[in-house]
């Protein structure tokens, strides 16, 4: 599975891109939890979104291995 990073999300993985080993579907809140444990930087954003094909995905969502995967950070604006 391919994962798109985006702001922080980027730094903290330190790339663009995240490939998963996976070849099974999983929910958005198994891989928000595999984030959260591999990346434990996650855990201080709370507020970071999953879309899933380009649409915001909700945790109970499955994801499948040719889905496209973005990781949004919370934004700030002024």
Known sequence: MKVLCFG???E???SSELILDKDK???????KAYLNTTYPKFLEY???VVAINQAYADDELSVSPGDEIAIIPPVSGG
């Open 12 to 14: 903290i993985v330190g």
């Open 46 to 48: 709370k507020s970071y």
């Open 8 to 10: 922080v999300a980027k």
């Open 25 to 31: 579907s999983l929910t958005v809140r198994e891989l």
